[in-house]
């Protein structure tokens, strides 16, 4: 039997140490910066949509896109920064970033990428601690997940604890009454939400108009920095004065769904894994893929003969509730 081989070599992330009380990169910095990032990004569209050509399904987006804020967290904790060394994620189905950094860290293998929510793998659609090697928690399904981490942050009072949040996470209460917990015990907590206005359901502006992140969390008194996600020197700047600070702090970061990637940049689509032909055109557009691309296109379903009851293709809840929601 043939010995797998990731394609992508993640070996040559290239080291990053951050100090964010320095306000700014060095021109250095944001060259290793953008490359840790096209790397790590390259490899999730890899990974994610193989799983999606098995027919297993897979979630891409949200995790290509906190790419960059998560390189910038690993730059600050490379550098001793006091921080609790996870980073926490609210929108569970993001689970590739968890598999990423999983491999980054050294708990397991790159080649358990290939394998990525395949049955009895250990690599499910959310992040489950304890049965995944490097993975620091539990998250449930999206919005859950904020209440726990003020709980980490009461138990580390000389820490930031960093949560990566969503635009659809926080339409759950939950969140509301977590912000409301930070603010009033002043937890040293840091809130990264990708505001890309795509849910499931379709655009946040569109289906509920007012809808508005920045203000719903200034409102609740955390304090506030709205910036761009894919414009790397205001990223790294908001990034470097919230965590330079011990106040509970939210950075909105504001970005398309699946940035730079065409077929997919700005819908409600690449919320799901991407399709094996637009992951090929993708990587196309990056050079040297061509072994990653073998792989998408040789990729196949498995196809199960049995069938079973409640398991058919119509009147799933999460389709029906997007429906319901949107008239």
């Known amino acids: 039997m043939a010995k797998e081989h990731f394609p992508i070599d993640l070996k040559q992330l290239r080291p990053l140490k951050l100090d964010p009380r320095l306000g700014a990169l060095t021109d250095a910095q944001k060259?290793?910066?953008?490359?840790?990032?096209?790397?790590?990004?390259?490899?999730?569209?890899?990974?994610?949509?193989?799983?999606?050509?098995?027919?297993?399904?897979?979630?891409?987006?949200?995790?290509?896109?906190?790419?960059?804020?998560?390189?910038?967290?690993?730059?600050?904790?490379?550098?001793?920064?006091?921080?609790?060394?996870?980073?926490?994620?609210?929108?569970?189905?993001r689970v590739a970033t968890q598999y990423l950094l999983a491999v980054l860290e050294g708990a397991m293998p790159a080649e358990r990428l290939l394998h990525y929510r395949e049955f009895d793998s250990g690599l499910p659609g959310h992040p489950e601690k304890q049965l995944t090697p490097g993975v620091h928690f539990s998250s449930g399904r999206l919005g859950h997940l904020w209440a726990f981490c003020n709980g980490v942050a009461m138990a580390n009072p000389d820490k930031a604890v960093v949560l990566l949040g969503s635009d659809g996470s926080q339409m759950e209460g939950d969140d509301a009454e977590a912000a409301r917990l930070a603010v009033a015990h002043q937890l040293n907590i840091k809130v990264l939400v990708d505001d890309n206005n795509v849910t499931i359901a379709g655009h946040p502006q569109d289906y509920m108009p007012g809808y508005d992140l920045s203000r719903t969390l200034a409102g609740y008194g955390l304090t506030l920095a709205t910036t761009l996600g894919e414009d790397l020197d205001a990223l790294y700047t908001d990034l470097a004065r919230a965590f330079s600070d011990t106040r509970p702090q939210a950075v909105v970061i504001k970005r398309l769904m699946a940035p730079g990637i065409p077929g997919a940049e700005g819908s409600p689509s690449a919320h799901e894994v991407l399709k094996a032909e637009t992951a090929i055109r993708y990587l196309e557009t990056q050079g040297g893929q061509e072994e990653a691309i073998a792989l998408l296109k040789a990729a196949q379903p498995e196809k199960c003969p049995l069938s079973y009851r409640g398991s058919a293709g119509v009147g799933k809840n999460r389709d029906d509730f997007g429906k319901i929601l949107n008239g």
């Open 31 to 93: 060259a290793d910066l953008r490359y840790n990032i096209q790397l790590c990004r390259n490899a999730i569209v890899f990974f994610t949509a193989l799983a999606g050509a098995k027919g297993l399904s897979g979630h891409t987006g949200g995790a290509y896109d906190t790419v960059p804020e998560v390189m910038i967290i690993r730059g600050f904790i490379a550098n001793g920064a006091p921080i609790v060394p996870v980073v926490y994620d609210e929108a569970g189905h």
